[in-house]
C-alpha cells in the first residue's frame, strides 16, 4: 500500500501556481488530463525523460523539442508551464508536480484519496458501498483505490490521509490472542 504523500514545497509551489492559472482561466480537468498524458508519454519513453533531465542538453534545444512534440497536442497553458519549467531547470520534477497538482485540485473539489486494502477483490457494486460508506463518514468524495493481501484474512483496512484504520480479521485475532495471553492464569 503506498505511503501518505508528502509533496515537496518546489513541487506544491509549481503545482498551485498552475493550479491557479488553470482556474482562471476555466481549465482545470483540460490541465489534469493533459498532465496525465504528458506522464504515460514520460512513462511510455525513458528516453524522452531523460532527454528532459539531461543537463548538458541546452534549455533552447528543449525549449525546441518540447514545441514538437507537445504543440497543439496540449492546453497552451501547460505548454507555457513546460517552457517555464524548462527554463527553470524543473522538467526532470515534472512527475511530482503533476501528482501535487493532481492532489491539489482534489483537495479543490472536495475530493479525498483513500485506500482499502481487503482479503479478496470487491465487486464493483462492494466498492460504490465501501466510497459511499466512507464519503459519508469524513463528509467528502472519496476516491477509493483498492488493494489486496490475503494475509489479512478478512476485514479491511483503510488509509485516509494520515489516518489509518485496521478493521482487519487479522488485527482482530492478534487483539484477541494478546488479550488472552494477559489473563490466562499463571
Do not use: C
Not at 464493483?124 to 466512507?134: A, C, F
Not at 472519496?142 to 489479512?152: G, L, M, R
Amino acid at each position: 500500500m503506498p505511503e501518505t504523500k508528502h509533496n515537496p514545497t518546489y513541487a506544491l509551489a509549481y503545482a498551485g501556481t498552475l493550479l491557479e492559472m488553470a482556474n482562471e482561466r476555466q481549465q482545470t480537468d483540460t490541465v489534469s488530463a493533459d498532465l496525465t498524458s504528458l506522464q504515460e508519454v514520460l512513462s511510455e519513453n525513458p528516453t524522452f525523460r531523460e532527454f528532459l533531465r539531461d543537463p548538458s542538453i541546452s534549455e533552447n534545444e528543449r525549449a525546441e523539442t518540447l514545441k514538437k512534440v507537445f504543440d497543439g497536442k496540449i492546453v497552451p497553458l501547460l505548454g507555457y508551464f513546460l517552457q517555464l519549467l524548462n527554463v527553470k531547470r524543473r522538467l526532470g520534477d515534472i512527475d511530482q508536480i503533476a501528482d501535487t497538482y493532481q492532489d491539489l485540485l482534489d483537495q479543490q473539489n472536495g475530493k479525498i484519496e483513500v485506500d482499502v486494502t481487503v482479503a479478496e477483490k470487491l465487486s464493483d457494486e462492494q466498492l460504490e458501498q465501501v466510497r459511499q460508506k466512507v464519503s459519508a463518514t469524513i463528509k467528502k468524495d472519496a476516491v477509493i483505490h483498492q488493494y489486496v493481501d490475503e494475509s489479512i484474512i478478512g476485514g479491511m483496512i483503510l488509509h485516509v490521509q494520515d489516518q489509518l484504520i485496521d478493521a482487519s480479521v487479522k488485527t482482530q485475532l492478534a487483539a484477541m490472542k494478546k488479550q488472552l495471553l494477559e489473563n490466562a492464569p499463571r
